[in-house]
Nanobody, 115 residues
Framework: QVQLVESGGGLVQAGGSLRLSCAAS????????MGWYRQAPGKQREWVAS???????PYADSVKGRFTISRDNAKNTVYLQMNSLKLEDTAVYYC?????????WGQGTQVTVSS
């Protein structure tokens, strides 16, 4: 069983930065693709960014150039560096591990961007 624990959310002013972390338990982290998703109030959960085991990093158009996903396999941790935050980035951010049986989700961390 894999557990994912997000941290690093909080309240930040527009234009500011935050760094989210997602720590994974278990031994399959390094061979798994990882992703960040977010869900704003009243909206469906949407994909933000992914990082494969080989290091490929696709991004949603809405965050491209502002957010950076990375991973540290020695620490079983994936990060999301968020710069130039906008009001519309306000959401609960979730970490996901992609596996052959569907994957795992973290509990989420709230990011609130204020004007």
């Amino acid at each position: 069983q894999v557990q994912l624990v997000e941290s690093g959310g909080g309240l930040v002013q527009a234009g500011g930065s935050l760094r989210l972390s997602c720590a994974a338990s278990g031994s399959i982290f390094s061979s798994s693709a990882m992703g960040w998703y977010r869900q704003a109030p009243g909206k469906q959960r949407e994909w933000v960014a992914s990082i494969t085991s080989g290091g490929s990093t696709p991004y949603a158009d809405s965050v491209k150039g502002r957010f950076t996903i990375s991973r540290d396999n020695a620490k079983n941790t994936v990060y999301l560096q968020m710069n130039s935050l906008k009001l519309e980035d306000t959401a609960v951010y979730y970490c996901r591990m992609v596996t052959s049986n569907g994957g795992y989700w973290g509990q989420g961390t709230q990011v609130t961007v204020s004007s």
